[in-house]
T-cell receptor, first 114, second 113 residues
Framework: AAGVIQSPRHLIKEKRETATLKCYPI?????VYWYQQGPGQDPQFLISFYEKMQSDKGSIPDRFSAQQFSDYHSELNMSSLELGDSALYFCASSFGGGLTGELFFGEGSRLTVL | GNSVTQMEGPVTLSEEAFLTINCTYT??????LFWYVQYPGEGLQLLLK?????DKGSNKGFEATYRKETTSFHLEKGSVQVSDSAVYFC????????????FGGGTRLMVKP
């Protein structure tokens, strides 16, 4: 069965550079969530979208922005990167705003900021 | 706000030992409760879930019961295997909170042969 696809899987950037992560949800899923997991930390909710509209906002820095496109894929844009942004970024998808409460996670994009 | 507290790891067990990972939660409403597992270098996978009080979630020999009176969702397995070595996250979500997951800090399980 198709799963959540994230790209790139690994990304290395310098401080102050910009990075873009992409997430392709499971077909027919209309809700996307972004999480950030620092080394040895639990995943922290960043932001979510339902039907291409932002639905909730968590601890997302002002330097980050995200959107969901007409085909339901989502992109997380990160600017002025800092060392502390080095983390595993997970995307998750669900259907109907998460009616069942179950989120399906991608394998994550590992960002390293040097 | 919502929060999840789970026992700190690492938990080190011998193969075939009994496993319990404690999880308690605080929520404003009636959350759904989940256990996610993260194997080394991989993403989060749903292990089991329970959506209302007294429900028991079970999968791959793991089980957890939603206890509203003690606000707990402890994970148990009768006989662990080396392949169960991973990090386990307890989590909750609430429909009226956008269904985003609130995770506990994770518990690393190491099973030795």
């Amino acid at each position: 069965a198709a799963g959540v696809i994230q790209s790139p899987r690994h990304l290395i950037k310098e401080k102050r550079e910009t990075a873009t992560l992409k997430c392709y949800p499971i077909p027919r899923h209309d809700t996307v969530y972004w999480y950030q997991q620092g080394p040895g930390q639990d995943p922290q909710f960043l932001i979510s979208f339902y039907e291409k509209m932002q639905s909730d906002k968590g601890s997302i820095p002002d330097r980050f922005s995200a959107q969901q496109f007409s085909d339901y894929h989502s992109e997380l844009n990160m600017s002025s990167l800092e060392l502390g942004d080095s983390a595993l970024y997970f995307c998750a998808s669900s259907f109907g705003g998460g009616l069942t409460g179950e989120l399906f996670f991608g394998e994550g994009s590992r960002l390293t900021v040097l | 706000g919502n929060s999840v507290t789970q026992m700190e790891g690492p938990v080190t067990l011998s193969e075939e030992a009994f496993l319990t990972i404690n999880c308690t939660y605080t929520a404003t409403g009636y959350p759904s409760l989940f256990w996610y597992v993260q194997y080394p270098g991989e993403g989060l996978q749903l292990l089991l879930k329970a959506t209302k009080a007294d429900d028991k979630g079970s999968n791959k020999g793991f089980e957890a019961t939603y206890r509203k009176e003690t606000t707990s969702f402890h994970l148990e397995k009768g006989s662990v295997q080396v392949s169960d070595s991973a990090v386990y996250f307890c989590a909750l979500s609430e429909w009226n909170a956008g269904n985003m997951l609130t995770f506990g800090g994770g518990t690393r399980l190491m099973v030795k042969p």
